[in-house]
């Protein structure tokens, strides 16, 4: 943006007097960040295990319903409006279809219910994707070593309506298939379930900094291959907008952009073009690599955390998943 007069010039014009105090520097600021601005993400899992480490992500731990349900009840207590659901579950269920994922007694469903029995109040979103639950580890149904997109739909309008129909306040497709908006509101629409939020990964790129993830939901070892034939290549931009004008034009209520912080220029473009709510995933990667420097004392864990997060909110966004969020909602406290 150009200034729309001449700046005074020094010794007149001396912006320090601006940032020379506390008091000043927070009556000024031109953004700010509250607990309000996270949703805090749950890798789940159908092991016996209340909480399991996640080697990768320090701080972070599978959990077990139960224990999603009392970390939705820390969400409350903190301030923080929705939580995330990740599924981890055991190999032995995983097949081609991600048969697993449209079970209406699987985990996610049971962690929706554990959860809104505990929280109420608190916004569950959960995940519409088939990688956790196939034994191949992509995101759709693979024939002939292809992915097959409208025959993935089908697999993914159903899953949502599994969330929606457990109690899912937002259902959040990540799987980059073309068309996938459109076939969910449908059934969502079909199935008298109207108010759910759609909330889509319209902008997910095919990224480096989802490995601890796939670790953490135990699709890293079944994945054959990339996910480059619909994950976006990260060399591009205009392509992001066009991904966002489909999924808001198929009735998507909000947008997202995969990974975050490496990611914030598209951020931008988004909630300038769109003016709908913009949401960015400060991913696995970004988690891991920021705990890896905090572990070896490079980097100051309470600043680092708070720069980075308040960063998403500079650049546009409404809110913003992370993996810090209870931290981060206990310093802003
Ligand atoms: C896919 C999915 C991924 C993440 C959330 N949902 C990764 C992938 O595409 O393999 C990554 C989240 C993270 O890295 O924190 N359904």
Redesign the pocket.
Known sequence: MSTPFAPAAFPYARPRRLRSAPWVRRLVAETTLTPADLVW?LIVHDGAEERIPVASMPGVFRLSPKAAATAAVEARDLGIPMVAL?PNVDAAIKDGVGTGATDPDGLIPDCIKAIKDAAPEVGVMT?V?L??FTDHGH?GVLEDGRIVNDATLERLAEQAFIHAHAGADVVAP??MMDGRVQAIREALEANGLQDVLILSYAA?YASA??G???DAVG?AKALSGD?KTY?MDYANSDEALREVAMDIAEGADAVMV??GMLYLDIVRRVSETFRVPTFA?Q???E?AMMRAAMANGWLDEERGILESLHAFKRAGCAGVLS?FAPQAARLLA
Request: glycine share 4%; with cysteine; hydrophobic share 15%.
């Open positions: 993400p990740f995940d994707a990688d956790c995101d990540s799987d997910k900094f989802y601890p993830y796939r699709s996910k994950q995969k990974p995933y991913v696995s990667g988690y993996y």
